[in-house]
């Protein structure tokens, strides 16, 4: 077989390749004819080629165009006989000049075996006497093997007419190769087609090897970039054809162009090929010969030609990592590699989303390296010489890249303009945008609800008949285009809730993601309600969608004529449903920010759900925030309905009430999200506050229903430094931290959970609510007023009691002091930047207090009731009143509860709550204690250490009898305290008197009777002589002493109690020798008693079957042996520092200087705080019915007056046998 060597004319015939492009693919649809092909006549000669060439030129009165395919054109026949071993082939080479038309390279290639012209005169003898002499050597024509550069074979087909099938010559009236039907294309096609009488059996068939250019017509034109794909194809495959050269198999002839179904080229062929379709997109068989079309597609394809290429450019060059990794490279070289493989023409950004697709696919065909930690880190491919990468030594991935995706249509080519797919890849983009003549002009609420990214319009106008839209008003079509956008975007809605519960909340809760005591709890704070709202909108849209059903199916225009009735039905269940839900959205996506954060494999979780096809590309967030944005669309979407709904249409009134229901329910949504973005700050406050490692706070702030009600910036001064500092103060529900805050590192994983850049420090000592007390704001607080006082001071009290002022820091300030009551508590002076500043803050404080008490309103166990408020002033005045010293109440003359208080001026009477009849009774100084003795109806006094009784109905204001007369008696001298109650059910008045270190104590019993009965009235007569004598009242019941310096004296049913230094000394008065001393010291169980040597014993109450022991730093529980209980708690630490203790079963009140604080003895719990300045207990009693608790303090907004109280339960009494025993 002759071979070209191309001359050097080369590139610029190079260029004229492309007109040959337009007309090879014609051919290929020859290969694809219906019926079977018979075999051909066995010979074929040169003569008969010519005589058919010159016969087509006659019936054609236009020249016709031949293309050339690569720098040369050569034509080879080959005729053989099959009866004779003798076969006859023919040569006909022409080289085609770039310069001159296609219609003479036609010409010259048809009759060149005649005529020798139009080509290389030296060449082409050459040529011809090597084919001459080599016919007879090679039975079958053999392709000679050349690169890009060198020559392409191209065989022409024929078929013959002749009946013989042993002649060695054809006729003229055999089926030549008959001349073009167009003056641009050269037909090749089967004598049957143009009129030929000879049948269609007799046709050959004529083989060809895989590098032969076959010319066909075409209708349309290809584009360059399809011409150059497919020389790549050709050098692709290249390896393949050379293997089938050298084999005697005759390879079937595959196309390496595409076809056009209106080519009238015939194919000539003995059995059915396989049809353009199933060469484009069949299965690959390594065993086949035929080409095949190459579909890039493909990522198996695509990934294969990738890795050889790389392999190849890592073979020719080296760099940095080659040494350590031989197949790297980097990321430029990866994109030119992937532009190398595909067709050219495409976008340039299209060649680096393939080759990051290589990356992403499963097995992955790309990997970076250790280096390339932007490319690790981002999971991505980057363009650049900077980052490298490595094959994965794994298998070739499966899959298909759409975006390279061939149109399905068969014969659908680039550059044709496209078909009637509704999909086409090769349409325009003006033509894709349109759609049966209406272009796609969606709006873009409905873009965004529906997910469905195609080109076929969702729009109701696309769904109906040209005819029908022409006959009905725009109105209309407008009202059913908004009625059919809430019923697809309803569809929308309720996959992408599928999709939640599928893909996220189900998975979630199988993962081992987290951990699984954990799991649960995550998921539903996640994912909260959803199922309750998917299971709504599945019941929603199956309702719209059956009623459009129905109204298509019941009238030919398929109108809606109505859906309020259907959105009124199911809204009742919305409200609920959404109120739970969108609130609770922002906790739901600090939670997973949270763990994404903190948790790589919950990152790793999403991250793969967010991969996949069905989730479109839109992140985790999407979906738990979809049901919010769909609530306030509704109100929309049903607004575009009413716009587009006539007044007098019926369904008017009733979307009309629907769009109001909505706009409540996203308004009441709306509100409680306040609430969570208040708990979704506390949440970040919680990550970013920090403590002292030596002072670990538990700040609670994690707990339900917590609340943030303010915050800000706060200075801080002093006289010696003249700037200031700045504490930021939190302002919550249940406490008050101040902190400093500092700006974060940039590298802190916080900053990524939200936008708040600060971390705080906390300086001072958190304050609990209860125990804050805010100057001029919270005093009203213990007397049950809930306003802020107005009046502004310019001086504010410590709780040391010294002023501050302050215009001593300079003017225009605006002081807020912060009172932390207790032990561990303290003044703390800040400063607002203003006075308004200032106002919020107080007002805040009150409102976190008033919070506070109506959320507990089961822990307000006592309230305070006034005894007295502005009677006893303290200092001024015309009548001095002095300090109140102690109180007690009685029952009057006529039944009317009454009150006497004591004073250092006097004792004072009237009746209880009311100020104004209280007035002095007695001018006694120093009254330090009293006690009514009930029976007998005695007051007795302590003052100026001499113990006193008094009749009571003489001092009474309310007795009818009026008298100056005020019978009393002398009952001791030199009396520290006393106290008077019930021991064995004997009255009695125990009174000590001090005698070095002991305590000598007296039992009193009163002998009078009942001083108001007449015939007791002996009693109360009055002295008449100097030596005249008196009957006393009482008598002595029992002495007895203690060797220690006492404080106190408690009656018990059965025993008193005596309160010393180091204990307790519990005494029966039957029997004195069966003292007892409670604790025992000296038992290891208290030897947190013995090792505090500032302890101040203060009371011991009966509890039960236990004894509660009460002390100035804490309380504690024994049982009757003495031995230490630890049932709910070791003991009760206070948080002030008590004077005195009263006991009120369940609770233990203890009197602080500026606070009561109430416990439960049960459980230790500080259940209440009753702040106020200068607090004290006047008295305490175990009343027959309840306990007796009174108390003073400054008057809260009036300190010159101290106000008198008493402790009042809410709760209800308990049983006498509760206290004593």
């Not at 954060?597 to 979780?605: A, G, K, M, P």
């Not at 001029?776 to 504010?796: H, K, N, Q, W």
Request: glycine share 4%; hydrophobic share 35%; aromatic share 8%.
């Amino acid at each position: 077989m002759a071979s070209y060597q191309p001359s050097h004319h080369e590139q610029n015939r190079h260029e004229n390749l492309t007109s040959l492009y337009d007309d090879l693919d014609s051919f290929i649809q020859e290969l694809s004819f219906d019926s079977p092909s018979s075999p051909l006549n066995n010979n074929f000669s040169t003569e008969a080629f010519t005589t058919e060439i010159q016969q087509q030129e006659e019936e054609e009165d236009d020249e016709d165009r031949v293309s050339t395919y690569e720098e040369e054109f050569d034509i080879s026949t080959n005729y053989h006989h099959d009866n004779d071993q003798h076969d006859t082939s023919s040569s006909i080479e022409v080289e085609t000049d770039s310069a001159s038309s296609s219609n003479s390279q036609l010409h010259t290639c048809m009759i060149g075996h005649k005529q020798k012209a139009s080509v290389d005169n030296n060449d082409e003898d050459n040529d011809n006497n090597n084919n001459n002499n080599n016919n007879d050597s090679s039975p079958i024509p053999r392709a000679t093997t050349s690169t890009p550069q060198q020559s392409t074979k191209a065989y022409l087909l024929r078929s013959t007419s002749t009946t013989t099938s042993n002649s060695s010559s054809s006729s003229a009236g055999s089926s030549p190769l008959l001349a073009p039907s167009s003056s641009s294309l050269l037909s090749i096609s089967r004598s049957t087609s143009l009129g030929s009488s000879a049948p269609r059996e007799k046709l050959q068939q004529v083989t060809v090897d895989k590098n032969t250019v076959v010319l066909t017509t075409r209708t349309s034109s290809l584009t360059r970039e399809v011409a150059m794909s497919t020389k790549r194809s050709d050098s692709i495959s290249s390896n393949r054809s050379h293997q089938s050269q050298q084999t005697n198999s005759t390879p079937l002839l595959s196309p390496r162009m595409y076809s056009t179904p209106s080519s009238p080229l015939a194919r000539i062929i003995e059995s059915e090929p396989p049809t353009i379709h199933e060469l484009m997109y069949g299965p690959f068989d390594p065993d086949d010969d035929t080409m095949t079309f190459p579909n890039y597609a493909l990522l198996s394809e695509l990934a294969t030609h990738f890795v050889d290429q790389v392999k190849r450019v890592t073979k020719r060059r080296k760099i940095f990592t080659t040494a350590e990794y031989p197949t790297s490279f980097n990321g430029e070289e990866a994109v030119e590699i992937v532009r190398s493989i595909l067709p050219s023409g495409l976008p340039s950004s299209l060649y680096l989303k393939v080759t990051r697709a290589l990356m992403h696919t499963s097995p992955p065909v790309i990997s970076p390296i250790t280096y390339s930690e932007k490319s690790a880190r981002r999971n991505t491919l980057y363009k650049t010489n900077h980052e490298v990468y490595l094959l994965v030594d794994d298998e070739i991935p499966q899959g298909v890249y759409t975006h390279l995706t061939r149109c399905y249509t068969h014969f659908c080519l680039p550059g044709q303009g496209g078909c009637y797919a509704p999909c086409c890849p090769n349409k325009p983009k003006t033509e894709k945008l349109k759609q049966n003549g209406l272009e796609r002009r969606g709006s873009m609420s409905s873009s965004v609800a529906s997910s469905h990214d195609t080109t076929m319009s969702r729009a109701w106008s696309a769904t109906v008949a040209k005819d029908v839209l022409q006959n009905t008003p725009p109105s209309e079509i407008a009202r059913q285009e908004a009625i059919h956008e809430l019923i697809y975007t309803e569809e929308d809605y309720v996959r992408d809730l599928n999709l939640l519960d599928e893909l996220f909340a189900k998975s979630l809760r199988e993962a081992q993601c987290i951990e699984p005591e954990r799991r649960d709890a995550f998921c539903d704070n996640v994912f909260n309600n959803y199922l309750d709202l998917l299971a709504i909108h599945k019941d929603l849209y199956r309702d719209l969608r059956d009623h459009q059903s129905l109204c298509q199916a019941n009238n030919v225009s398929g109108f809606v004529d109505k859906i309020g009735d259907i959105f009124l039905h199911h809204l009742p269940r919305f409200k609920e449903a959404y109120r739970q839900y969108g609130p609770h959205v922002v906790l739901s996506e600090y939670a997973i920010k949270k763990e994404m954060v903190n948790n790589i494999l919950f990152q790793n979780f999403v991250h793969e759900r967010e991969k996949q096809a069905e989730t479109r590309k839109l992140p985790f967030r999407h979906f738990i925030i979809l049901p919010v944005t769909r609530l306030q669309r509704y109100p929309l979407l049903i607004g575009a309905i009413l716009k587009k709904t006539p007044d007098d249409h019926p369904d008017k009134a009733t979307l009309t009430e629907c769009s109001d229901i909505l706009r409540q329910i996203a308004t009441a949504m709306d509100e409680g999200t306040v609430g969570s973005k208040n708990t979704l700050r506390i949440y970040e406050i919680n990550d970013r506050i920090r403590c002292k490692p030596t002072e670990p706070h538990d700040l609670q702030l994690l707990e339900p229903g917590r609340l943030l009600l303010h915050e800000g910036a706060l200075s801080r001064r002093n006289h010696v430094v003249v700037e200031s500092t700045e504490i930021y103060v939190f302002l919550f529900d249940h406490m008050l931290v101040m902190t400093r805050r500092k700006k974060m590192q940039g590298n802190n994983s916080n900053s990524k959970i939200s936008d708040d850049e600060y971390e705080y420090f906390i300086s001072k000592r958190p304050i609990p609510m209860p125990l804050l007390h805010l100057e001029e704001a919270t005093e009203g607080f213990s007397l049950g007023m809930r306003s802020m006082s107005s009046t502004y001071s310019s001086t504010v009290t410590s709780h040391t009691g010294m002023l501050v002022s302050a215009t001593s820091f300079g003017n225009n300030n605006h002081p807020l002091l912060f009172h932390h009551l207790g032990r561990s508590g303290g003044d703390h002076l800040l400063f607002a930047e203003n006075a308004q500043a200032r106002l919020t803050w107080k007002e805040k404080v009150v409102e976190a207090k008033a919070v506070l008490e109506e959320r507990d309103l089961s822990r307000q166990v006592f309230e305070i009731r006034s005894l007295s408020d502005t009677t006893f002033r303290g200092s001024g005045g015309q009548v001095q009143y002095g300090k109140v010293t102690c109180s007690v109440q009685f029952e009057g003359s006529n039944g009317i509860r009454m009150i006497a208080v004591g004073t250092v001026a006097g004792v004072w009477m009237g009746i209880e709550g009311d100020t104004n009849s209280i007035r002095q009774v007695l001018a006694l100084p120093d009254v330090n204690q009293m006690a009514v003795i009930p029976e007998p109806h005695i007051l007795m006094i302590l003052a100026d250490k001499t113990l006193y009784a008094y009749a009571l109905e003489a001092l009474d204001p309310t007795s009818n009898k009026e008298s100056s007369y005020k019978p009393n008696q002398k009952v001791a001298q030199h009396i520290s305290y006393f106290n008077a109650g019930t021991c064995h059910g004997r009255p009695l008045v125990i009174a000590m008197k001090k005698r070095g270190l002991d305590s000598h104590f007296k039992a009193y019993e009163p002998v009078c009777g009942d001083l108001r009965d007449p015939a007791n009235s002996k009693f109360l007569a009055a002295k008449t002589g100097l030596f005249s004598k008196v009957p006393s009242w009482f008598k002595v019941y029992k002495e007895f002493y203690v060797g220690a310096d006492s404080s106190a004296v408690h009656f018990l049913k059965a025993r008193i109690v005596v309160v010393c230094p180091r204990g307790f000394e519990v005494i029966d008065l039957e029997n004195l020798s069966m003292n007892r001393n409670l604790p025992d010291i000296q038992h290891p169980d208290f030897a947190f008693v013995q090792q505090r040597a500032d302890l101040k014993p203060l009371g011991l109450f009966k509890c039960r079957q236990h004894y509660l022991l009460c002390y100035d730093a804490f309380a504690f529980l024994v049982d009757t042996h003495g031995s230490f209980v630890q049932e709910a708690y070791a003991w009760i630490a206070w948080e002030g520092t008590p004077q005195a203790i009263a006991f009120y079963y369940p609770y233990v009140v203890a009197f602080d200087a500026r606070f009561i604080e109430i416990r439960h003895v049960e459980t230790g719990e500080l259940v209440q705080i009753l702040a106020g300045v200068h607090m004290r207990c006047l008295q305490f009693t175990n009343d027959a019915f309840s306990p007796v608790i009174h108390g003073c303090m400054a008057h809260p907004f009036k300190p010159d007056y101290q106000y008198v109280f008493q402790l009042m339960a809410n709760f209800e009494p308990p049983t006498l046998n509760h206290y004593q025993h």
